[in-house]
């Protein structure tokens, strides 16, 4: 299968704190797994990435963990603030194919 | 650069006619992908191809959404004919290659069908 469930589908946590997206593959082939954040009436946008060859990745607030025996990838946010509230997609490909598959959303919004 | 363009931002159907949306892939991106968005299902991948070439036909979106790529700079995404349920928000996107994973997004095509 190819399909990416991504939980929790709608999540509120109040500013300061730090929120977290869980994604599951099914593709074991999969070794690129990117993360794209929407704003409201934008396009979805690259945030972080990461792959296989890495478990855990981390830029400017944001952190990104890989397990591949579980087939199980996260996101964290820390420190959240207004400005992160969006949807966020996980997704996963195979370099090999390029074809990206996503996951079905989550939306964040961080509370004053 | 530009970045990936697609036409028209909305459009409004009746149930049963044909539609054709437009992409404009970022210049020098061999891939390109359709994605239909929607509030449930989230990001569904309709069709992607590889340097021109269809690698991927979009499963169960095949018998009524046909897309074509006839030159490395223009994709089209037909939807024949229309149903209410088709209605979301149309995404293309492209991507440099294989090494180059990440992928730019065009604004979107709203479709609305009646």
């Known amino acids: 299968g190819e399909q990416v469930e991504q939980l929790p589908s709608i999540l509120r946590v109040q500013e300061g704190s730090s929120a977290s997206i869980n994604c599951t593959y099914e593709?074991?082939?999969?070794?690129?797994f990117p993360w794209y954040k929407q704003e409201p009436g934008e396009n979805p946008k690259l945030i972080i990435d990461i792959r296989s060859n890495m478990e855990r990745k981390q830029t400017q607030g944001l952190i990104v963990l890989l397990d591949k025996k579980a087939k199980r990838f996260s996101l964290h946010i820390t420190d959240t603030q207004p400005g992160d509230s969006a949807m966020y997609f996980c997704?996963?490909?195979?370099?090999?194919?390029?074809?990206?598959?996503f996951g079905t959303g989550t939306r964040l919004q961080v509370l004053p | 650069d530009a970045g990936v363009t697609q036409t028209p931002r909305h459009e409004v159907a009746e149930k049963g006619q044909t539609i054709i949306l437009k992409c404009e892939p970022v210049?020098?991106?061999?891939?390109l992908f359709w994605y239909r968005q929607t509030k449930i299902q989230g990001l569904e991948l309709l069709s992607y191809f590889r340097s021109k070439s269809l690698m991927e036909d979009g499963g169960a979106f095949k018998d009524r959404f046909k897309a074509e790529m006839l030159n490395s700079s223009f994709s089209t995404l037909k939807i024949q004919p229309t149903e209410p349920k088709d209605s979301a928000v149309y995404l293309c996107?492209?991507?440099?290659?294989?090494?180059?994973?990440?992928?730019?997004f065009g604004a979107g095509t709203r479709l609305s069908v009646l």
């Open positions: 210049s020098g991106h061999n891939d």
């Open positions: 997704a996963a490909s195979e370099t090999n194919t390029n074809k990206v598959v």
């Open positions: 996107a492209s991507s440099q290659d294989i090494s180059q994973n990440t992928l730019y």
């Open positions: 593709n074991s082939a999969s070794n690129y």
